[in-house]
């Protein structure tokens, strides 16, 4: 059973352009979780999806940040017009739709440069 | 709201030495609580988790945790470090009920450094 996928692990843009981040969670997981984790800080919650539905949206930036996870594929992270401060490394997690509490399963990350 | 606060940002341990890493946290209902390891480059795998039961939890690597719900507490050990060990380890914890819906909040995590 393959982890949770993420690519791709390093991404370099400049700063104006869009970074799409790609995650796809363990087979039968349909809980998807996005994090930032800034240098030096801990982890930070972003969004969490289900399956075509955004649950909980309220550590996304208002602007230039949406994310989606669609019936079909992977679940994207999406920044627009990146600026140096998105510098950062973002993890996704997910986890199965079983019985409350459950274990969130983190992929490797992928490491985003704005220069 | 619940919170996590991690006390030491960075811990040196001498190879073969004992470590405890600090956890608190705050909560006003009851909680589920874990502690996770990064290596450098890599996301983050699950060490060990309380859930209920025992308050003594044990983990992979030899590590172990114990809750203590007075202190709201929940303290990372390990009786005798290795090198591989070096790496960031988060504490996180998450609240009951919310009909299905998980919410983690991480603390900022403790750089555990094993000297030689």
């Known amino acids: 059973n393959a982890g949770v996928m993420q690519n791709p692990r390093h991404l370099v843009r400049r700063r104006g352009q869009e970074a799409r981040l790609r995650c796809s969670p363990m087979?039968?997981?349909?809980?998807v979780y996005w994090y930032r984790q800034l240098p030096e800080e801990g982890l930070k919650f972003m969004v969490y999806l289900q399956k075509e539905n955004i649950i909980d949206e309220s550590g996304m930036p208002k602007e230039r940040f949406s994310a989606e996870f669609p019936k079909e594929g992977p679940s994207i992270l999406r920044i627009q017009q990146v600026v140096r401060g998105d510098s950062a490394a973002y993890f996704c997690?997910?986890?199965?739709?079983?019985?409350?509490?459950?274990?969130?399963?983190f992929g490797p990350g992928t490491r985003l440069t704005v220069t | 709201a619940q919170s996590v606060t991690q006390l030491d940002s960075q811990v040196p341990v001498f190879e073969e030495a004992p470590v405890e890493l600090r956890c608190n946290y705050s909560s006003s209902v009851s909680v589920y609580l874990f502690w996770y390891v990064q290596y450098p480059n890599q996301g983050l795998q699950l060490l060990l988790k309380y859930l209920s039961g025992s308050t003594l939890v044990k983990g992979i690597n030899g590590f172990e945790a114990e809750f203590n719900k007075s202190q709201t507490s929940f303290h990372l050990r390990k009786p005798s470090v290795h090198i591989s060990d070096t790496a960031e380890y988060f504490c996180?914890?998450?609240?009951?009920?919310?009909?299905?819906?998980?919410?983690?909040?991480f603390g900022t995590g403790t750089k555990l450094q094993v000297i030689p």
């Open positions: 996180a914890v998450t609240e009951g009920g919310s009909g299905g819906y998980q919410k983690v909040t």
């Open positions: 997690a997910s986890s199965p739709p079983s019985v409350f509490p459950y274990e969130q399963y």
């Open positions: 087979k039968g997981h349909s809980h």
